[in-house]
């Protein structure tokens, strides 16, 4: 529960009173949506109208999550796969599986209920209005879906596994360096620096070879040039 009083609470009314004009706006506007969170709630795991799972199609497939998240590492927002991505597979796999009717709904135009509109998926996380985010400025720095969203490669089911708080947020701005790794590994929810390690050569400045994970999210952060912004500006509108 280390997030809930960080340390930068001291001094946020100080902070708050710095920031002029329109942010105080924005401030105040925070304060009464943040009265009516919605899908921010840990553990919240609505139920979807084919039951996806993320353990079959990534663990045991092997499917790299932009196979369907396609532009997850260049834009802002996540996009959900269209019906199209499934029925490449669906149209040939599990056809008469009678969990994936909403699927043949969508895409078979011989199924007597055919409407082709696209498939109603619940949305489990979401950012309050007055939140700017974006998945590629992350992505393309080294952090991984886990560090957001935890091991939705082994859910069944997604749902909401870490709070997105503003604490959460500021700690890993401080402190990008233990949450980076190398970019061809920010797909893969397994991935363990230690083992990475012993697997690949990675030489420090003084041309010693790194073992210590510690040490090689340092050297990382130093190739990345990370400097993540703690202004209220970086994540306010
Ligand atoms: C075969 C397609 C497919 C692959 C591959 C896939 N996903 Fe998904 N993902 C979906 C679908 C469909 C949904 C919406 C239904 C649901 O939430 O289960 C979804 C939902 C999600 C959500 C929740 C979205 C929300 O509403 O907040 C997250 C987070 C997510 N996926 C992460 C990942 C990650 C990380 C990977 C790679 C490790 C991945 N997905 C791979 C199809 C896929
Ligand atoms: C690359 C091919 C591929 C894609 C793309 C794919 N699937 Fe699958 N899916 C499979 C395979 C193969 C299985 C069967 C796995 C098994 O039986 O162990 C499966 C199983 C399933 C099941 C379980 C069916 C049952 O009756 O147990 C559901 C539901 C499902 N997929 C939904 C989807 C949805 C929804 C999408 C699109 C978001 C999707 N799949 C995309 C290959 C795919
Ligand atoms: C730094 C934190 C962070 C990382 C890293 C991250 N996400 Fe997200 N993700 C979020 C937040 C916050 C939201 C809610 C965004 C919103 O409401 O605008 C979200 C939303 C989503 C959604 C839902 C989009 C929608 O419209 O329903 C999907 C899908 C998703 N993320 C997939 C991924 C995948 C795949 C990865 C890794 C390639 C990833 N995310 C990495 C924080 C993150
Ligand atoms: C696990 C680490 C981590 C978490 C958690 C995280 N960030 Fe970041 N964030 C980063 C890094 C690293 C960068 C890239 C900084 C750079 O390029 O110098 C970044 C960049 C950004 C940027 C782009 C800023 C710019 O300079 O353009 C925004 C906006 C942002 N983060 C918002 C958020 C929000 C909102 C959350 C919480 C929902 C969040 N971040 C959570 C590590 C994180
Ligand atoms: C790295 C991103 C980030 C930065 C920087 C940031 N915030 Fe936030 N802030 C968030 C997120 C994400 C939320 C939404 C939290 C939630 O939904 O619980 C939030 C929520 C808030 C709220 C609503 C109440 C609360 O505490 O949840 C206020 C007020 C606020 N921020 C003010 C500020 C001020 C003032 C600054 C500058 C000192 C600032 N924020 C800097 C990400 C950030």
Redesign the pocket.
Known sequence: MANIFPRWTNLLPLKIAFCAGTAAVGVVAAFTVYATPKATVVGYQPSQP????HK??VD??G?DCRY?HSFVDNSDHSNL?SAN??W???QH??RQ?P??EP?HRAMDKTHPLYDGKPIQWVKVHKAPDYVKFSHSAHVNRGVSCVSCHGQVDQMEVVYHAKAHSMGFCLDCHRNPADNVRPLEEVFNLKYDPAEYLKQHVVLNDKGERISDPKEFGKKLSDVFKLQPRESCATCHH
């Open positions: 084919i039951p996806f799972s079959i199609h045991q497939l499917l369907c796969p991505t499934c490449n597979c669906h796999v599990q599986s969990k994936l699927l």
